[in-house]
């Protein structure tokens, strides 16, 4: 069994969409239409980054804050309302009832991230490591928007 969230593990990842194949159950949570979502046995949909609450890294190495601008459509909610309603299905007592909650829980867990709070969050962001790679400069990763949300 997997669960993947916001993610197309069988078209980025070599060898991967042969795996998820062999797999008895595949959940994906998506925004989107993509190879993984054909390959699973469950899609769920899930709320857009303009639907959310929470955080993100842009490739530039920040880490910066997403507000709602709308309420999310449908059934769609944010990956951790989903794994929050999957843990609770399973009988665990659900520790988290909103985005703040699982960003103190991640700040006390990641080191980056210590001191942080996503209520004092700074517009601009905060940057919590080096750019990516894949970039090779932050600020054209920031002028090009190139981010994922999470």
């Known amino acids: 069994m997997l669960l993947v969230f916001g993610a197309d593990p069988a078209s980025e990842l070599e060898g991967a969409a042969e795996s998820l194949k062999k797999l008895d159950f595949l959940m994906v949570a998506d925004t989107q239409h993509t190879l993984t979502t054909e390959l699973a046995t469950v899609v769920l949909p899930e709320a857009s980054p303009f639907e959310k609450e929470g955080t993100f890294v842009n490739e530039g190495g920040r880490l910066q804050k997403l507000t709602p ?82």
Do not use: C, N, Y
Request: glycine share 10%.
């Open 69 to 150: 601008a709308t309420s999310p459509r449908g059934e769609s909610r944010s990956a951790w309302q989903t794994a929050a309603r999957l843990i609770g299905a399973l009988g665990a007592v659900q520790r988290f009832d909103s985005a703040a909650k699982v960003f103190d829980a991640m700040a006390r867990e990641v080191p980056a991230l210590k001191g942080l709070s996503l209520s004092m969050l700074p517009v601009a962001g905060v940057e919590i490591h080096p750019p990516s790679a894949a970039t090779g400069d932050a600020g054209q990763a920031e002028k090009t928007g190139s981010e994922k949300a999470d």
